[in-house]
């Protein structure tokens, strides 16, 4: 007989209106996959919030398991690199856009989608990092290939108190460098300076139209925001910096000039942790073992019971969660 766990189902109509409802699955109606994984804790991501409230086209089979990410116990595999009892977490590969996602008591899931959870992190650790947190490393980790290094100057962090942003300065400032946080809530300032921020600047400073080339102020910058902000900060990177971006939260658009990469020899990094090679995922949750300050996380994130997961997430695309919050699924 097939057991029966929870989930958060994501369905619409004929007429393309969207439901979210906690229900009751089998695992008979699981998706294809070849390993099983009991789900301990999941996280709410801006793209978890953005399939919630269907703001954006996240969801791209209908109806849908909603949660990007997942940290769990194998408890069948039919992959020979996976066994019972292994500690997993998996971000992105499609979940909650084409194949059922974390917010569910059980998945079903490729074994190649999946990370061995380093041991320094507990499932809920591993949440409260999340595909934000990942996505902040692999931020990092692109700057250091661009050659980037706390001597060069300044890096610049915008969207800082969300959950991308708030480990990305606490990496950064654990690593040695001086960290620039860009946010709109004047009274985040002390939470950004706990986490290692040496300097606050306002986001309205970056959010208008502003020069193609500005003085020349931060060595290096980790974008969520995009937009305006992205070409400021393009705009006042020194010469032969990097920005690596990887955010949309003020837009898509990027109303950008040549001139910074012409005139600066300055470079743009996109950042995409959906389809990441698997060698790179090791090598960002290694990086997030080592460079990740265990209470810097405690201060980042919050916990809230499985049953208060769309509520939440509609939360979050109002701008009202900080840092991150990690979802106790079981
Ligand atoms: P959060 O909602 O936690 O953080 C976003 C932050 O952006 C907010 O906390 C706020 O920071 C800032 N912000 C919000 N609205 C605006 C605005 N209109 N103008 C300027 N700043 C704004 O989201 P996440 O940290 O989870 O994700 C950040 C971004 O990164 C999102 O766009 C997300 O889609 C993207 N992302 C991309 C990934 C990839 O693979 N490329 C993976 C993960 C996330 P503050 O209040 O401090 O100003």
Same mark, same amino acid.
């Given at each position: 007989?097939?057991?029966?766990?929870?989930?958060?189902?994501?369905?619409?109509?004929?007429?393309?209106?969207?439901?979210?409802?906690?229900?009751?699955?089998?695992?008979?109606?699981?998706?294809?996959?070849?390993?099983?994984?009991? /789900?301990?804790?999941?996280? /709410?991501?801006?793209?978890?919030?953005?399939?919630?409230?269907?703001?954006?086209?996240? /969801?791209?089979?209908?109806?849908?398991?909603?949660?990007?990410?997942?940290?769990?116990? @194998?408890?069948?595999?039919?992959?020979?690199? =996976?066994?019972?009892?292994?500690?997993?977490?998996?971000?992105?590969?499609?979940?909650?856009?084409? *194949?059922?996602?974390?917010?569910?008591?059980?998945?079903?899931?490729?074994? #190649? =989608?999946?990370?061995?959870?380093?041991?320094?992190?507990?499932?809920?650790?591993?949440?409260?990092?999340?595909?934000?947190?990942?996505?902040?490393?692999?931020?990092?980790?692109?700057?250091?290939?661009?050659?980037?290094? +706390?001597?060069?100057?300044?890096?610049?962090?915008?969207?800082?108190?969300?959950?991308?942003?708030?480990?990305?300065?606490?990496?950064?400032?654990?690593?040695?460098?001086?960290?620039?946080?860009?946010?709109?809530?004047?009274? #985040?300032?002390?939470?950004?300076?706990?986490?290692?921020?040496?300097?606050?600047?306002?986001?309205?400073?970056?959010?208008?139209?502003?020069?193609?080339?500005?003085?020349?102020?931060?060595?290096?910058?980790?974008?969520? @925001?995009?937009? *305006?902000?992205?070409?400021?900060?393009?705009?006042?990177?020194?010469? *032969?910096?990097?920005?690596?971006?990887?955010?949309?939260?003020?837009?898509?658009?990027?109303?950008?000039?040549?001139? +910074?990469?012409?005139?600066?020899? @300055?470079?743009?990094?996109?950042?995409?942790?959906?389809?990441?090679?698997?060698?790179?995922?090791?090598?960002? =949750?290694?990086?997030?073992?080592?460079?990740?300050?265990?209470?810097?996380?405690? #201060?980042?994130?919050?916990?809230?019971?499985?049953?208060?997961?769309?509520?939440?997430?509609?939360?979050?695309?109002?701008?009202?969660?900080?840092?991150?919050?990690?979802?106790?699924?079981?």
């Amino acid at each position: 007989m097939a057991d029966t766990f929870r989930a958060v189902l994501i369905s619409r109509d004929d007429d393309k209106n969207q439901t979210v409802e906690m229900t009751e699955m089998t695992s008979d109606e699981l998706m294809d996959g070849d390993v099983d994984v009991r /789900v301990e804790a999941s996280t /709410v991501n801006y793209k978890d919030g953005l399939a919630i409230t269907g703001k954006s086209p996240i /969801v791209r089979r209908w109806p849908m398991i909603a949660g990007i990410d997942l940290a769990g116990e @194998v408890v069948a595999s039919r992959n020979e690199a =996976w066994k019972p009892g292994d500690k997993v977490v998996l971000n992105g590969w499609g979940l909650s856009e084409t *194949h059922y996602g974390g917010y569910s008591e059980r998945a079903r899931v490729k074994g #190649e =989608w999946l990370v061995k959870r380093p041991d320094a992190f507990s499932a809920r650790d591993a949440m409260a990092i999340g595909t934000a947190g990942y996505t902040a490393m692999l931020s990092v980790l692109a700057l250091e290939d661009a050659g980037m290094t +706390p001597d060069k100057g300044p890096v610049i962090v915008s969207g800082a108190t969300g959950g991308v942003g708030s480990i990305a300065v606490s990496v950064l400032s654990k690593l040695g460098w001086d960290v620039i946080a860009v946010t709109g809530r004047a009274s #985040e300032h002390d939470y950004l300076k706990r986490l290692g921020a040496g300097e606050i600047m306002d986001r309205a400073e970056l959010s208008e139209k502003g020069k193609p080339l500005d003085k020349e102020r931060w060595a290096a910058g980790v974008d969520c @925001v995009g937009s *305006h902000t992205l070409v400021n900060m393009l705009a006042g990177t020194k010469r *032969h910096g990097a920005v690596a971006a990887c955010g949309l939260a003020q837009g898509a658009d990027l109303p950008a000039t040549v001139m +910074p990469f012409i005139l600066r020899g @300055v470079s743009l990094h996109g950042i995409d942790s959906v389809m990441m090679t698997p060698e790179r995922r090791i090598e960002a =949750w290694q990086r997030l073992a080592s460079d990740l300050d265990r209470t810097k996380l405690a #201060e980042i994130s919050s916990e809230v019971p499985f049953d208060a997961v769309i509520e939440t997430a509609q939360a979050l695309i109002e701008g009202k969660v900080r840092g991150r919050v990690v979802v106790d699924i079981g």
